[in-house]
């Protein structure tokens, strides 16, 4: 593990995972918003997915927060820092129809991704730290895997 020290370098990781932990969180709420709002016939079907979603979310940032605790990092603990440093904007289409919230996600997911993949080049050729690698890509693959569901239910 390279992270015994802080300094310059740590904080790298340190601010590359907190914007991670930011997306997570700022999703959070954002599913939430789609939970409560989604109208039409899809109403039962997408109320109970994005329930899964932002579930989902939860348990990531939760890990990825305690996975910083355990090497030695300081993850972000306010709205204020999560809403300056996310990659994923705030809020929806209050009403907006479903193909509209649907898309949104999938966007926002390959944000989330993109950014996840640049984490996990930083943990493992700069700090060769595998096992935060092996879990920001685990986080890539089931966001990809629910891009692959939300892309199948628009029709795509
Ligand atoms: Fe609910």
């Known amino acids: ?10 904080a790298k990781l340190q601010d590359t995972l907190n ?3 930011a997306n ?21 079907v997408l109320h109970v997915k994005f329930e899964e979603l932002y579930e989902m979310a939860a348990k990531k940032l939760d890990e990825l927060a305690e996975r910083m605790l355990a090497i030695g990092l300081e993850p972000s603990s306010t709205m204020k820092e999560y809403l300056s440093v996310s ?3 705030e809020g929806g289409k209050a009403g907006a129809d479903d193909t509209d919230i ?17 984490a ?3 943990a493992e ?16 693959e089931d966001l990809q895997k629910q891009m692959w569901m ?3 239910t628009i029709g795509k």
Do not use: C, R, S
């Open 24 to 44: 997570w969180w700022v999703m959070y709420v954002k599913l939430h918003h789609f939970h409560w709002y989604v109208k039409g016939p899809h109403f039962p």
């Open 87 to 89: 990659h994923i904007k």
């Open 150 to 152: 939300l892309n199948a």
């Open 1 to 10: 593990m390279a992270v015994k020290e802080p300094g310059k370098k740590t």
């Open 19 to 21: 914007e991670q932990l």
């Open 102 to 118: 649907l898309e949104t996600i999938v966007d926002d997911f390959a944000k989330m991704v993109d950014g996840l993949k640049k």
């Open 125 to 140: 050729e700069e700090f060769e730290d595998t096992a935060t690698a092996d879990m920001l890509n685990e986080h890539i």
């Open 120 to 122: 996990t080049q930083i």
